[in-house]
């Protein structure tokens, strides 16, 4: 505190006035000298206010500022802390949860400063203990109740939220309380400015809350999506609260409400964009880049609001944001368009091209309709291809021109080379590879595309599917002039690899055209256009095309192969007729094939080594097909001699190693086709006598028995084993479990056969059967049988023992129930000393025959000379007429 001696500005009147001797005069000339109302200093006290108490009353020595004058005299003061000078905020006169509110408020703002200065995180509304401390007091101090402590909190907090960063789990909390205690609220406890302000409080909170939601998209990052996901669960909470219902009795919506703000916001938002994009020079051009703009924008809007935003409203507050969204914006879309977009017939490839960017942004947004949960009308989007209607013809040839231009240019500097040399599968060139590359583009351009209307949509396919044959036609067409000018600059070998590599080309070329349909999925056009396309006419036009087209690609390649297949199949014929008709002792294979590979060696004579290591497969898989189906015709003769047979399999393998040539022709895997594989088979078969094929069938269906693990048809067990000593086999049949119901009461009379087979190895040995059970399907049957039979038989190949379980029927045939093989030769005993302990049960499940699927059986029915067969097939055939499979 300073203390000083004010001095008053007096005129020179009263100066003069006062002047009774000399020590009066010389006074006036000394202010004179001094600045005019300038105080005299008498001197300060300085007072630590932390060792004041609440009442203090003292004399305190005043101190000076230099020692010229160090007695300055004393001072005497009273001190008191009176409540009257405090803040007006904090008045008594103010309601004391409004001064608890305004305590809180300075808390907070401190908290939340504190909080940023050392961390980056939102304040989750934590103070510190002294403020805490003080709250409690003055509401304890204050009778202040736990609800008006809350009101003060929720109008504290809900004005921070507006301006602070603050963690919406503070707010919620209150509004939770404030709803608790609501309901247990005496009505006298508020009074009506109280009433009033909470209730304007929630809805000022309300309108904030919305216009942030209708900012969403510049507000919100989309990376922080939980903000906005706060905030709607606060204003949710918050409507839903009594409360807010009492305080704002008109009628009131929270989805409406959030719903009128999306749109508002959204037509602001388009608006903004709109304006953002507008173009710079009006023309064609600048229109069509600034719609397209424009568009994308929307398309990007969509597509952000369908993958991050939609979930958060839908969770929180029940509103659809995609479907509100997408109806308004789709309506400034088609209003816009029908505004800014004029499509002239002549227009320029720029202006092409952003009309499809355009396009193909309108198509996926149309496209996203799908995800919308409700439509009470008709889009305005409906009919947005039909502005492209002039533009279309023009996008179509655009993708032929460009596609028959890089296939140009990739002829042009096609060496005609393999792609990789060293490799025995890719034996095409590098133009054959951009060429289908063009085709994916074209493919990609329908994709894009995706014409809606059915009719239309068939006449740009068709279009599509001309352009496409042309370019594989004319590409046939560049390739033969490529060679022919590449083949004048060569000599005769590479003329030869050359033209292998234009004819694999032009193979390539075919398989990609063949694809095309499933490509372009002709299939789901036709099922588009069914209405107004027919199906003879889809096919006239479509197929027929590519059809004409694959045509053209085969008379190309047969000019280069199959032209010269045909030339040598008559010769070819003749050797293999020399080789089949070869009497007495047949010569080594290499030997007997030794005129043919001379004569094919005189027809190649021109093609290098590096040409048949490569390409050979390519000119002499035609002759190899031709030189299968010759022996096919031939083995196809019924002719009654083993030895006939064996020599055609003598002519195959010669014939297999002259187009092999050792590994420097036709690699096995080409040669070994199915057709070749199926000619092997039956050269094998035909060869074989009918006891052979007999014991090669019965080894089958025991190999077929022992993969078997399916009971569906039931199972039968039984004990086996053979004593060496007493040549005896012994079967004890145990029971059978599973079987099927033949009879009309849903039962089965089961008896089994037993036979040895095959017959002509146990001629003598007799079928033997157990007895019948009636009503059982899973008799008991415990019947032993004993063969006596050698070892040596029942250790030959096929040897097997069959069983077959039939349905006892009185008055007509037995039913068959199912039938299973047991290898003999693998039974204990047989090959080895029998070990008592080393004999088990053996389960077999029932098997049925597949009719018609053995080729074994085909074989032994076309021998109707021999009783052995002719048996054999009578019998196996009455099984398989009764079997259940088909």
């Not at 204003?235 to 704002?248: D, I, P, R, T, V």
């Not at 397209?292 to 924008?297: C, D, G, H, P």
């Not at 960017?357 to 409700?374: C, G, P, S, T």
């Not at 036609?473 to 490529?482: F, G, N, P």
Request: include cysteine; proline fraction near 3%; charged fraction near 25%.
């Amino acid at each position: 505190m300073d203390m000083w001696d004010m001095d008053e500005i007096e005129t020179l009147g009263q100066k003069l006035g006062e002047i009774t001797d000399l020590h009066g005069l010389k006074r006036i000339f000394k202010d004179a000298k001094k600045n005019k109302g300038q105080d005299d200093f008498l001197g300060n006290i300085v007072i630590k206010l932390e060792t004041l108490q609440s009442i203090v009353d003292e004399w305190y020595v005043l101190e000076p500022r230099t020692e010229t004058y160090p007695d300055r005299g004393k001072c005497h003061l009273h001190l008191q802390f009176i409540h009257k000078e405090r803040d007006k905020s904090l008045d008594f006169c103010r309601p004391i949860y409004s001064a608890y509110s305004g305590l809180l408020k300075t808390f907070v703002q401190y908290e939340i400063s504190s909080n940023k200065e050392s961390s980056s995180s939102t304040w989750k509304g934590d103070l510190c203990k002294p403020a805490k401390s003080l709250l409690d007091l003055y509401a304890t101090q204050n009778n202040l109740s736990p609800f008006m402590q809350d009101l003060a909190k929720w109008l504290a907090y809900s004005r921070l939220y507006q301006s602070m960063e603050l963690d919406s789990n503070v707010l919620l909390h209150q509004l939770t309380s404030i709803q608790y205690q609501w309901a247990q609220l005496d009505s006298k406890e508020l009074t009506y400015e109280q009433r009033h302000e909470l209730g304007e409080s929630l809805q000022s909170f309300l309108v904030y809350g919305l216009s942030m939601i209708s900012k969403f998209r510049d507000i919100f990052p989309r990376k922080c999506a939980s903000r906005l996901q706060s905030l709607l669960r606060i204003l949710s909470q918050m409507c839903k609260m009594k409360a807010f219902k009492e305080l704002n009795p008109k009628s009131f919506s929270f989805q409406e409400e959030i719903t009128k703000a999306i749109q508002v916001g959204t037509k602001e938002w388009f608006n903004m964009k709109k304006g953002l994009h507008q173009p710079m020079m009006k023309n064609a051009e600048e229109n069509a880049r600034s719609l397209a703009r424009i568009v994308l924008e929307v398309k990007e809007d969509l597509d952000a609001i369908k993958i991050i935003w939609n979930k958060v409203f839908i969770n929180n507050a029940q509103v659809d944001l995609f479907t509100v969204a997408y109806i308004e914006l789709e309506d400034l879309i088609a209003t816009d368009l029908k505004e800014s977009l004029y499509v002239e017939t002549q227009i320029s490839e720029a202006v092409a091209d952003i009309l499809f960017a355009l396009y193909r942004n309108l198509k996926d947004i149309h496209q996203a309709k799908a995800f919308l949960q409700k439509r009470d009308k008709v889009l305005a989007l409906t009919e947005y291809h039909v502005r492209f209607r002039e533009v279309l013809p023009l996008w179509v040839q655009r993708a032929y021109k460009t596609a028959l231009q890089r296939v140009e240019r990739a002829v042009q500097v096609d060496q005609l080379k393999p792609l990789i040399e060293t490799s025995s599968l890719i034996k095409h060139s590098s133009s054959v590879v951009d060429l289908a590359t063009c085709f994916t583009q074209i493919r990609e351009t329908w994709n894009q595309l995706s014409w809606p209307d059915p009719e239309e949509a068939f006449m740009v396919m068709v279009k599509i599917t001309e352009d496409m044959c042309k370019i594989a036609v004319m590409y046939c067409t560049m390739l033969k002039q490529q060679a022919t000018q590449l083949s004048g600059k060569s000599h005769h070998g590479d003329a030869a690899n050359l033209l292998c590599v234009v004819v694999n080309n032009i193979e390539h070329l075919r398989t990609v055209l063949k694809k095309l349909p499933e490509q372009l999925d002709w299939i789901g056009l036709k099922q588009k256009t069914a209405q107004v396309i027919t199906e003879e006419q889809f096919h006239k036009t479509l197929y027929h095309q590519l059809q004409r087209a694959e045509s053209i690609l085969n008379q190309q390649i047969s000019a280069a192969v199959i032209t010269l297949g045909q030339k040598l199949h008559e010769d070819i014929e003749k050797h293999i007729l020399l080789l089949s008709s070869l009497h007495g002792l047949l010569p080594r294979p290499e030997e007997a094939v030794g005129p043919l590979m001379k004569f094919l060696e005189q027809e190649f004579h021109y093609m290098n080594e590096n040409l048949v290591q490569e390409n050979f497969n390519s000119l002499l898989a035609p002759l190899w097909t031709h030189t299968v189906t010759i022996l096919q015709r031939i083995s196809g003769q019924q002719v009654n001699s083993l030895e006939f047979y064996r020599r055609l399999q003598y002519a195959l393998q010669c014939l297999e190693q002259c187009f092999h040539a050792e590994g420097n022709g036709m690699p096995l895997g080409k040669l070994h086709n199915e057709e070749y594989n199926c000619l092997v088979k039956n050269l094998e078969l035909s060869a074989m006598s009918s006891h052979e094929l007999i014991q090669k069938y019965l080894e089958r269906k025991v190999a077929e028995q022992k993969m078997c693990s399916n009971e569906k048809y039931g199972a039968v067990t039984l004990i086996a084993f053979y004593n060496n000593a007493d040549q005896i086999l012994h079967i004890e049949i145990l029971n059978a479990v599973n079987l099927t119901p033949m009879d009309s009461n849903g039962t089965s009379d089961p008896f089994i056969n037993l036979s040895l087979e095959p017959k002509h190895l146990f001629p003598e040995i007799e079928k033997r059967t157990t007895k019948t059970k009636m009503c059982d399907l899973n008799p008991l049957f415990e019947e032993t049988f004993e063969f006596l039979v050698s070892q040596e038989k029942l250790r030959t190949q096929g040897a097997c023992l069959v069983l077959t379980v039939f349905d006892y029927d009185l008055l007509g045939s037995d039913d068959f129930e199912g039938e299973s093989f047991l290898s003999l030769r693998d039974l204990p005993g047989v090959g080895s000393t029998l070990d008592m302990g080393n004999i088990h049960q053996i389960r077999l499940a029932l098997m049925h025959p597949v009719p018609n699927a053995d080729n074994i059986l085909k074989q032994l029915e076309t021998r109707k000379m021999d009783r052995v067969a002719k048996d054999f097939v009578k019998l196996r055939l009455q099984i398989e007429n009764k079997s259940m499979e088909v």
